[in-house]
Structure formats: C-alpha cells, structure tokens
DNA sequence: ACATTTTCGCTACCGCAGTTTCGCAAGTAC
DNA sequence: GTACTTGCGAAACTGCGGTAGCGAAAATGT
C-alpha cells in the first residue's frame, strides 16, 4: 500500500513537537502560539494544521509523548519512599511554570482530549504513589483505616491546592510534613 | 466638592456585575466575553472601559463582589462542624462548571491583580476550617501532632485535586472520608 | 441663556491568534 | 509525458480584547 501523492516531509513531526514543547514550557498553553511554534519549526502553518486539527489535538499529542517513565522501585522503606515521591512530585510542580499547570487545567477542563491526555500523564505518579501507600498500610505505618486512594489524595491533593489557590510555596519540607501528618511523626 | 460634568449612570455597574456574573458562570473567565456582557447589561463597550481597565479588572472587581459572607459559628462538635463546612465546600466546588474553576486558576496565575482577588475570596472559608481544625486538635480528636495549617489543605487540597487533576467526582461521602481520614473514625 | 465639563453610545479601527482558502510545487501511477 | 494526488506556503478570514474620535446628552457655574 503505497501512497499515491507526495510523501509527507518526516522530519516535520518531530520538529513541531520539540518546538512546541519549548513554547509550552515557556509560556503555558496561552502562550503556546501556533505562529511561534510553525516558525521555529520552520514550517508553515497550514502544514502543521495538516498534522493536527487543532491546537488543542497539538498539545495532547506533545503530552502524551512527554509521559516520561519515572522508573520507582519500592523499598523496605515505605516513609523513605512516600518521602522521596512526594518531595520529586513537589520539585517538579514548584519548578514548572505556574502558569503552565493552570493553564493545563484548565485546557483539560474544556477541551475532554486533553483532559484524557493530562489525566494519562498524572496516573502514572498517582499509581505509584498510591503502591507505596498500600505497602506502608499493610506495616501498619498509617495512623487511620482509610482507603489508599484517599490517603494518595491527601498527599498531592494539597500541592496543588497550594500552587493554584492559595499561592503558598512547595518546599521540601513542607512535602515532608505532608507524609509525617499521614504516617505519624518519625520514631528516630 | 461636587463633580462638574455629567454625573455617572449609578445603575451602571451593577447591571455590568450581574451581566458579568452570569457570562462567568456560563462560560468560565474565557467565556466572558466583553461584548456581550455590554449588550446584556445594555451599555456600549466604551461606558464599561472606563469603568473597569480591562477585562481582568472586570473579573477582580466581580469576585471581590461575589466573597459572600458564610456566616458559621461553631458548635461544640468539630466534627460535626468540620463536616459540614468540608461537605460544603465540595458542594459548592461540584455544583460550579469545572471550566470556571480552572479558567479563574489559570488567570490568577497569569494576572497577579485577578490572583490577590481569588485568594481573598478562599480564605474567608480557609480561615473558617482552620478555626475548627484548631479546635478539634484542643480537643483531642485529631490523629497526629500536625500544624492546623497543614490539616486544612488536606481536607481542601484534594477537593481540589480531583476536580482539576484526577476528575473524580465529589460526593458528599467522599468529604466524610477525608475527615474522618485527619479525625480517626467515628466512634458510634 | 450660555459656556464648560464630563458621560454616554455609536462606529470604526488596531492587534493578535487560531483557522481556512487557494494556487502552486512535488511527487507517484500509467 | 501526462494525469492525478498530495504537501506546502502566502495570504485572507474570524473572533475578541481594547482604543480613538465624534456628536449628543446631562449636569454645573456665571
């Protein structure tokens, strides 16, 4: 099955999507603009559009490219994990743009393809966090009964809500604080 | 000191607040649009502009409207209070379109004068949960020795997570879980 | 009355950014 | 070589925030 017409020029894609993920980086979906990002791929935009309906379908194609693995290996050591995810998850949101993640949110919000896309990209931390959670859980390290998926929540949920909302700073103490408040102070 | 030209239509501004708070709930802050926010408040373009600088001025002014005193007064059960005000809070947080929640974080972060506005309208409810939190921790209830501070992101912060990040839904059970998660079960 | 001052609404316009139209170039099939 | 198919870039279109300029209206002061 050969095409008929004119091949498409491969070295396009790549090039668009490293633009693209620059732009983003530098200003957040809003200033992600189709214009900057088709001239420093050197591109027209049409050509990119052929690629991509839209510049929302652009931005879900570069996250789902992004889902870096974070390979985690457990330990014997759940707080020392807990710690370790939480504080690398509170480091790479306080070294993002602020801008971005709103933005990013609020993409998802409306448009749902890159709501999918964004949700894809979270789950793979939040599964992770969420084995460390049950592995402390069955050492009889957490203070309450409640559901691993909570407990998850309770650990990430309130980064956010500091990024977001209320504008306070994510430090690594405070990610420490966060795990001790749902494993019980530290027995050192 | 009385003004010397003619005197300003005082039905003005409220007839553009309610007009724009409607066009908010309706479509997010991007939704909003200033033209027809104009038409339906039946004022020209230009009248709004020299009222308000620009869009985002609109929108602070509009919050700092919105900041409805919640009444609360606490009772002698916090967690019977705590409760409440989180089951609350999710409801409101649920019954809002998902799209103006992210859409008013994304121009907070991008317009520091929209984001003192939001912050000040969270923190009368923030500084209401903190109030029972602290109570609840003198009274014993409250598992660990955690900052009240820290407590009350947990019990928001994953409002907030699963209606921007995770989509989730927020029932009211799952707002009885976070608090029982910070409280301990309840013993009945 | 009349000049002055300020607001109001209207129309047109600018800039910007996402998206589309269109003519042409580049390639394949026969 | 000719017909057909597809990619490409330039320019135009569209929607929206924001501005400029104008004549009319509504107040104050003399």
């Known amino acids: 099955m050969v ?14 999507l490293a633009a ?5 980086q530098r200003g957040g979906y809003d200033g992600l603009l189709i214009d900057r990002v088709a001239e420093r791929a050197g591109v027209a935009k049409t050509t990119l559009y052929r690629r991509w309906a839209s510049k929302a379908e652009l931005v879900v194609a570069l996250i789902a490219e992004m889902r870096s693995e974070v390979p985690f290996e ?3 050591d759940p707080r020392r994990d807990l710690t370790g995810l939480v504080t690398a998850i509170a480091a790479g949101l306080a070294g993002t743009p602020t801008t971005l993640i709103a933005d990013l949110a609020a993409a998802a919000a409306r448009e749902p393809r890159v709501g999918e896309s964004v949700r894809a990209l979270w789950a793979d931390r939040h599964r992770a966090v969420t084995a460390v959670v049950a ?6 390290l957490v203070l309450g009964h409640v559901a691993p998926a909570v407990l998850v929540d309770q650990l990430v949920g309130p980064l956010y809500y500091r990024l977001l909302v209320t504008g ?13 408040s749902v494993l019980g102070e530290e027995k050192s």
């Open 20 to 24: 693209a993920a620059e732009e983003l």
């Open 135 to 140: 592995n402390a859980q069955e050492a009889g």
């Open 3 to 16: 095409p008929r017409g004119r091949p498409r020029d491969a070295g396009v894609e790549g090039r668009v």
């Open 74 to 76: 457990p330990t014997d």
């Open 168 to 180: 306070e700073p994510l430090t690594p103490d405070y990610a420490r604080t966060l795990v001790s």
